[in-house]
């Protein structure tokens, strides 16, 4: 399950509600992420000082090469819970584009991996989980208004069972 936000995590989480903060993260994290994931070796990123974090890799919806994205990812039951706010930018991120394309991906987190279906969260069940988001990081209902009208994306990532 997840644990609260620590102090440090709540103050970063106020930081990022600004608008000019999440523009510069939203073009920075992620090399700063690949480049900390490559200095400790897979266990660490920057974005940890924000939320939990997993590494997901999907298929390229165009290109049909794998990428991996370090994302804030939740904890519910035996899955996880992925929220495609792209810091409240007018589009989704990326790998909502290829999730869509081809939902099968692999999860890392705590030096698990694994095989995971996903698929996008709709009516009540997006709700659910959207609360379960907004009670570890408030600063996603600043991302929902600025992102207006685009409908913030929530994933479920679910555990496909090896035969």
């Known amino acids: 399950m997840n644990r609260p936000p ?3 995590q709540r103050f970063f989480h106020r930081l990022t509600g600004f608008k000019y903060i999440s523009a510069l993260l939203s073009h920075i994290l992620q090399p700063a992420d690949d480049f900390m994931l490559f200095l400790t070796r897979g266990k660490h990123t920057f974005a940890e000082l924000l ?9 390229g919806a ?23 706010t792209n810091f409240g930018r007018q ?24 095989n995971y279906m996903a698929r996008e969260a709709e009516g009540e069940e997006h ?6 988001a907004l009670s570890y990081y408030k600063t996603y209902s600043v991302y929902e208004k600025r992102a207006a009208p685009r409908k913030i994306s929530v994933w ?8």
Do not use: M
């Open 6 to 8: 620590n102090a440090l």
């Open 51 to 59: 939320l939990p974090t997993i590494e997901v890799e999907t298929i």
């Open 62 to 84: 165009r290109t049909g090469q794998r990428r991996t994205h370090p994302l804030g990812g939740f904890v519910y039951e035996d899955r996880y819970v992925l929220v495609g």
């Open 91 to 114: 589009h989704h991120p990326a790998w909502v584009h290829n999730l869509r394309a081809h939902p099968e991906c692999v999860v890392r987190s705590r030096g698990h991996s694994g």
């Open 127 to 132: 709700e659910k989980y959207w609360q379960l």
């Open 156 to 163: 479920i990532l679910e555990p496909l069972l090896v035969e």
